[in-house]
């Protein structure tokens, strides 16, 4: 056991949302520390490829993405933090640019793309590794503050003290006047569980909601798990690989057996995957070599230019896996992808549990029971950003 270290914030998890609140808090002058439990490059954000949401566009306003979120939630996103997360956006993407985040341009502007469920092309990109590029000016500006990384550590006990928390994190034993909660989501434990392919990293466990539910933060629509649309379904190195929706953005679109197109490749994610899940339930679907049910995605519709801009690595993993999706369809069937919900937390990302913090996929209400893609890693810079500004502020109150 090493000895007690004591900080103004400390942070769980090292993903874009864990990283945007210890930057940001450190920012506002507090004392971080940062415990993460593998290595500090080891999250979900690392991995996301499709872009992220904000209304940059001429015929777009923070208003209309809002509305979007509304609809594509079922009416059930907690619109206090909807405003938010779209009010905030255009602040965010500027934030990750002064970071070192080079967003693909085009046209003197944004390269922007349309979404499922979206009503505007919104959705800016770095090629097809946007979450790489936003965790590592993330990374280097939280290596480039005074922050203390606790990496190999997991939260493993969290307990309220008379000035703020005591929290055991592997063999560290640390205090904190507040406590972000960064974690992110279960689906890969999960999936695990159910013996199905997932998108995420085998860190999402979400024993840390548990923990948070012990003592006492509540939360909302933590039954809602999200399956991704298109997760690779052939070849067997590419089953789980989450195919980037731009796919469907830049012209793809998916066929049953008979080479019918079976619904709106662009709807929201729970739409277009249960349309997958009827068409092979009605027997319309194909199978993979290993007897997986599936569907095809027709990125042969994909113009070459939009594909080398915006979908370099996933050519890159399908070509280096024998299948060029430029010339083939490729096989797909819908995996575990995301918790939906999480814990409740009010428009500085606090918890019910005061001096408690929740960002990122460990939170829930920004999304409701429906989320639409892109806007996860919105919510992580804007909410660690508003948690570690949040939680620094209290700290030292
Ligand atoms: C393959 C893939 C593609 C995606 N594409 C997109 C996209 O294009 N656009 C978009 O907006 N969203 C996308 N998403 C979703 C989005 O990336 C994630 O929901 C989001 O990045 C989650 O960020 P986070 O910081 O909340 O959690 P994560 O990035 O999952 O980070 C959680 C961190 O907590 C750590 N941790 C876990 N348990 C503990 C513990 N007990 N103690 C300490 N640390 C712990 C983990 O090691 C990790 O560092 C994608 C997700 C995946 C998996």
Redesign the pocket.
Known sequence: MTATASFDVLV???????LAAAVSAGNAGGRVGL????S?Q????????????ASFGEDDSPEQHAADVWKSSHESADMRLVEVLTGDAQGAIHWLEELGVAFTRENGGYRLARCGGASAKRLLQVGDR??HAITKALREAFEAGDGTLFAN????ALEPTPNGWHAR?GEHELDAGTVVL????RCFKVAEERGELS???P???G??TRLALELGAEARDLDELQY?PNGGAWPETMQGY?I??TTRAYGAVLLNADGEEFTDSLGPRDVVSQAIFDEVAKGKGVETEDGRPAVYLDTTRIAQDDAEISLPYMLRRYRGAGIDPLEERILTYPVL??QNGGLVIDTDAETTVEGLYA????AGGTHGRNRM????????CVF?RRAGRAAAEKASA
């Open positions: 769980i998890g090292s993903g874009a949302s864990g415990a993460t439990k593998a500090i080891a999250c979900n954000s690392a991995k996301a490829q499709g872009g992220i949401q946007t979450g550590s997991p939260l493993q994190c960064a974690a992110g989501g998108t995420n990293h860190n999402a466990t024993e840390v991704h989450s980037p929706e992808h995301y960002c990122g996929e460990i893609m892109g806007n996860s890693l919105l919510e992580c660690g």
